[in-house]
């Protein structure tokens, strides 16, 4: 029998078999349910906590009907645009990792551990320095391009050497070269002034001290990548078998890992440009995904989309209580809680390929 027959098969006389199929898909539908009401209460978290808390009915309230008060100026002008910033940069960051690890079966893959952020950076840091670009519509497009050159590098050092491409490999050739760009992009801002004093806040991974404009500007890009990845389930699962098994049953490798490649770019440089790097959110977020889940990448992606934005905003608002009333930025919280998370994986006797 033929793997079309196979697919195509009819379920088990009675409906029994139609019952079992669609029960884990009733529950992971409750369980995307359950993750989205999760975001929603981190967001209104975000807009009400802070070096002025705000009850969550005047958040409400304050919404919808501004009324020229301080704290309407801190919900409108402050908060909303933090909370905006943070969902779009959770999502596509958390996107972009799952993207990551199903294109390249790699379960340490994350755009801060694959130096696709650092090729962001330093080419960010290009466009400020010696091209004099100092607004999010110019520099982004080098942000695009050096996240793509950055993953190119990467790859092509990991494959190199006998055995090809394994996870530790490519997290190691990823770790050498982000090194080597964060030392190109320290050198490159301390020789101006200008645009040393732009990095130093927007370097470390921080949501705050923008407006609403930065989070309209980076939302098209944001849409058309997440737009982009939520198709490529089925193909990923499809691939997951096998290039030869994969093309039997309809899929095309190429073009798969191509439209991945370029979901992965337009998330990670949209991100990156916006709010800075911040790391280890594809990495934890992907594991947290299977494991509720499974490896049902079409499952798996969703969810990623939806947590990804809760542990950006709950980071955030971390950032904001431990040393209140100073802040403390939310890319250096994630990296506190990712990097247990990236030793406990690299660690593993048997790191097995996705």
Known sequence: MTAGHLAQAPPAAGGGGARRAVRPA???????????GLLVLAALASLAIGSKAIPPGDVLRLLLHPDG???????HDMRVPRTLLGIGVGAALALAGALMQALTRNPLADPGILGVEAGAVVAIAVAVGPFGL????GFIWFSFAGSAAAATVVYLIGSTGRGGVTPVRLALAGMAVSAA??????????????????????????LSGHDLSVAVQVAPFMAVGTALALSLGRPLNLLALGDDAGRALGARPGRTRLLGAIAVTLLCGAATA???PIGFVGLVVAHAARLLVGPDNRWSL??????????????????RLVLWPAELEAGVVTALVGMPVFIALARRRRLARL
Not at 199 to 206: I, L, S, V
Not at 302 to 319: E, K, M, N
Request: no cysteine; glycine share 10%.
């Open 26 to 36: 009733a529950i992971r539908a409750g369980g995307a349910l359950l993750a989205a």
């Open 69 to 75: 008060t301080d704290a309407a100026f801190v919900v």
């Open 134 to 137: 100092h607004n999010l519509p």
């Open 181 to 206: 760009l964060a030392s190109s992009t320290q050198a490159l801002v301390l020789v101006d002034p200008e645009a040393f004093e732009r990095f130093r806040h927007w370097g470390t991974g921080a």
């Open 274 to 276: 916006a709010a800075g």
């Open 302 to 319: 969703l969810y990623a989309a939806l947590l990804g934005p809760v542990l950006v905003l709950v980071s955030d608002i971390t950032g």
